[in-house]
């Protein structure tokens, strides 16, 4: 951030609105917003970290959040009825979540339980997704997950039914799948624009897992080429990757695990070691600044526009406006169904 006289004016406007609103108001701020922001937030995390806060915060009247559309839409799912959740710019969206699309969900679910059978499938969703996934998740005995506890989601799931569909991203639930044992022969991708997802009956009878072909723009840029040039410039680092990255990047790392996981990691580490990271560029650079006795690079420069779509001006913007503008509103059918997928994964 520039320390122009209107960025100060700006923080200085803001952090007297958070006087005067005092426990009123909460500040939500995801790990990939620039640090200006984080740095003003009263909580910052992981989307999973950040709902529960929204959840369990009763004397909070006002609920800022400092992400992108699905996570204020969550945290407005889990709000009680005083309070109001806003959002600095409501075009703060996700690629992800948009590649899941309700009535290709829908129809995808449709010609699936027609040929397996119902009950034998059970819904998972990762939180970067729509609200109306998460209700059909609801409705259908589902959960949602995050990265931090796919595990542990899919565990949950297999205990309720013998198969799982996992929207929207692929790689977050091959990943996990993996990681868990599943035989590469028993995940198959579902594919929205082909019939039956681009799979035979047979296929879809036989598989465990069906993955929706759904990726993050952010963390599938990284590649195994990225990882071998950086071991060769730097042969003592150690490399950490999220979820989100090819099975194939994920594999070749020394960790993965979640945005917390990252944050933790690098704490952990030795002074003096050199940790290569691949995720979303904006939380590496905090972390460079806040661990200036560890080495700390990016697998490759990897910015979300969307998170970078929050700044000083659309915080103060929706501070002045506070319970006024920008409010996420969640119909209530659909949040009736989403806050059973959500209380499931927060029970979890
Ligand atoms: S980093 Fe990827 S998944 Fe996260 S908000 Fe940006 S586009 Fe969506």
Redesign the pocket.
Known sequence: MENTEDNKSMIDKIQKIKQELGNKLVILTHH?QRKEIVDLGDHKGDSFGLSQKAASDENAQYIVFCG?HFMAESAAILAKSHQTVQIPDLDAG????DMADAYLVEKAWNDVTAIVGQNRVTPLVYM?SDAYIKAHCGKNQGAVCTSSNAPKAFEWAFKQREKIFFFP?EHLGRNTGNHLGIPENEMIVWDPEKPLGGNTEQDIKQAKVFLWKGY????TRFTTDDMDDMRKNFPDAKIVVHP?CTQEVVKSSDAVGSTSFIVKYVADAPAGATIIIGT?INLIKRLVFEYPDKKILPLKDSL?P??YKINLKNLLECLENIGKTNIITIEESIKKDAVIALENMLNL
């Open positions: 990939y992108v996700c690629w992800m979540a970067n991203d993050c723009l952010v963390h989100e979303e979300c969307n998170m």
